[in-house]
């Protein structure tokens, strides 16, 4: 009964989560929310259909882990859990805390360059160069993965973010004509989202864009149509991404997978697919068997972040990849890793206590609710680079299973999109001002300033000298 205390404790943190966000105005809303279902898959879905099924490990899934097992699933999930459980719930006391605070300073109630003519058309313009490098991508073979390593052709794939941040922008910001335009546009967009989920083979693309749209209602008005939409338009997204998948595997990749799912109940078995990608559970897992310390200190740690902001073309040399050390040294510790090379997504409570202890869990708590107030507000700022981080964050996830270092990595490739980002606006309001319409000012109508011959018709508007220079200055203070 171990586990099922550590269970209803994450439980009762998250419904708080979800309680104090329903309360706060604003796009903070969606995202506290959409954290609140992230880590109820990892840290409460997971862990439930482990103590219901029982099911033994073996090669090809990844769900019951043999780690755990060998304690008894019981005994092994309350263990992980214990820091996880801290850090949810210092999570929550924030989200409470904020909830107070923000209704003595209610957020602006529309972002500031909803106003700027130009924002609309340099997102599309960024779309259209993103294309180009996703279709680059695709053509030379260098798309990558999920927990790939590096990147087969960096510039490439940095490229191809720009249509990622593009797309994520123009669902949140594009208001067409008409509704039916609307609905086109932002199907259009969430189509070419949905394929590249499956090309790169991770969620994170389609989430961006179930969130995005979240965000768009959030800015716009929220109905109970608006939120069912968006529930369901999230759960479809990860489905269809699963199916997806299957329809690059193989007949007996296929056959295999069947015979795994097998061992599962039957209402289980449909969600599989999203249970095996969302794995915090594993990397809390990690965190336990390695322990606090021995892996970096914290002044190792920030320095490593720091550095992240900056370009490796001027460090001169690679930088650090929290992920792969992550695979290499913390899961290494308690999983024969040295034949695999991949990166893994930590967790920010699991980085924490890795690096500090139970004081780490808590300071890495408090970095990843300041790092989602920063995107709020540079979603709202009247700075181009600025929102274009913002676009970026909500694409990213940083804000929902990567710790200080994998968020500060991010953020330093973010850095680098925004810049190339603002070179693009610069040429579009360029263009822009140069195709508008030039129009000669109208001249002044005439004015008669001689005096008629006497018996002359006195024309309307035809004023002495002395009246025009009056009437100039009795009309200039108001123009």
């Keep these: 009964m171990a586990a099922t205390t550590e269970v209803l404790l994450i439980g009762l943190a998250l419904a708080t989560i979800v309680a104090a966000a329903s309360t706060i105005p604003g796009v903070v809303r969606v995202f506290l929310i959409a954290q609140a279902a992230f880590w109820s898959l990892s840290y409460l879905a997971r862990p439930i259909v482990l103590l219901w099924v029982q099911p033994e490990p073996h090669f090809g899934d990844n769900v019951p882990d043999p780690r755990l097992a060998q304690f008894g699933y019981d005994r092994g999930i309350a263990l992980v859990l214990e820091h996880v459980v801290v850090g949810l719930w210092v999570y929550a006391g924030l989200v409470v805390a904020y909830a107070f605070w923000i209704r003595r300073h209610p957020p602006a109630a529309q972002p500031a360059l909803t106003s700027d003519p130009n924002f609309v058309p340099t997102l599309a313009a960024m779309y259209a160069v993103g294309l180009l490098g996703r279709a680059a991508t695709v053509a030379t073979g260098a798309t990558g993965g999920a927990g790939d390593v590096e990147s087969a052709n960096p510039i490439l794939s940095f490229v191809a973010i720009l249509a990622t941040i593009a797309a994520l922008g123009l669902i949140?910001?594009?208001?067409?004509?008409?509704?039916?335009?609307?609905?086109?546009?932002?199907?259009?967009?969430?189509?070419?989202?949905?394929?590249?989920?499956?090309?790169?083979?991770?969620?994170?693309?389609?989430?961006?864009?179930?969130?995005?749209?979240?965000?768009?209602?959030?800015?716009?008005?929220?109905?109970?149509?608006?939120?069912?939409s968006v529930a369901a338009i999230g759960v479809l997204g990860v489905a269809a991404f699963g199916w997806l998948q299957s329809l690059k595997q193989t007949e007996y990749a296929k056959a295999e997978a069947a015979v795994t799912d097998s061992g599962y109940p039957p209402i289980v078995q449909p969600f599989l697919s999203i249970l095996r990608r969302f794995d915090l559970l594993e990397a809390a897992t990690d965190a336990y068997y390695h322990g606090p310390g021995f892996w970096l200190t914290p002044a190792e740690a920030l320095r490593h972040a720091m550095l992240s902001l900056i370009p490796a073309q001027l460090l001169g040399t690679s930088k650090f990849q929290s992920g792969t050390a992550w695979a290499q040294d913390v899961r290494g510790a308690s999983v024969d890793m040295t034949k695999v090379s991949v990166s893994l997504a930590e967790g920010n409570l699991n980085e924490g206590y890795v690096v500090g202890?139970?004081?780490?869990?808590?300071?890495?708590?408090?970095?990843?609710?300041?790092?989602?107030?920063?995107?709020?507000?540079?979603?709202?700022?009247?700075?181009?680079?600025?929102?274009?981080?913002?676009?970026?964050?909500t694409g990213a996830s940083a804000l929902f299973e990567r710790g200080i270092l994998g968020s500060m990595e991010n953020l330093g490739k973010f850095l680098q999109a925004a810049v190339l980002a603002w070179l693009i606006s610069l040429l579009v309001r360029e263009y822009r001002r140069r195709a508008e319409p030039r129009y000669a000012p109208a001249p002044p109508p005439a004015v008669s300033l001689s005096r008629p011959p006497p018996g002359h018709p006195v024309l309307v508007g035809a004023v002495t000298s002395q009246q025009a220079v009056i009437t100039e200055k009795k009309a200039s203070p108001w123009d």
């Excluded at 890495?364 to 709202?380: H, I, P, Q, R, S």
């Design 172 to 228: 949140i910001f594009v208001r067409p004509a008409t509704t039916r335009l609307t609905v086109l546009i932002i199907g259009g967009l969430l189509l070419g989202e949905l394929a590249w989920t499956a090309v790169v083979q991770s969620k994170t693309p389609i989430i961006g864009a179930a969130l995005a749209i979240a965000i768009r209602f959030a800015i716009l008005g929220w109905t109970k149509r608006k939120a069912v």
């Design 357 to 393: 202890g139970y004081p780490g869990v808590v300071v890495c708590a408090c970095f990843t609710f300041v790092l989602l107030l920063f995107w709020a507000k540079a979603l709202y700022s009247r700075l181009f680079p600025v929102a274009v981080l913002g676009l970026a964050l």
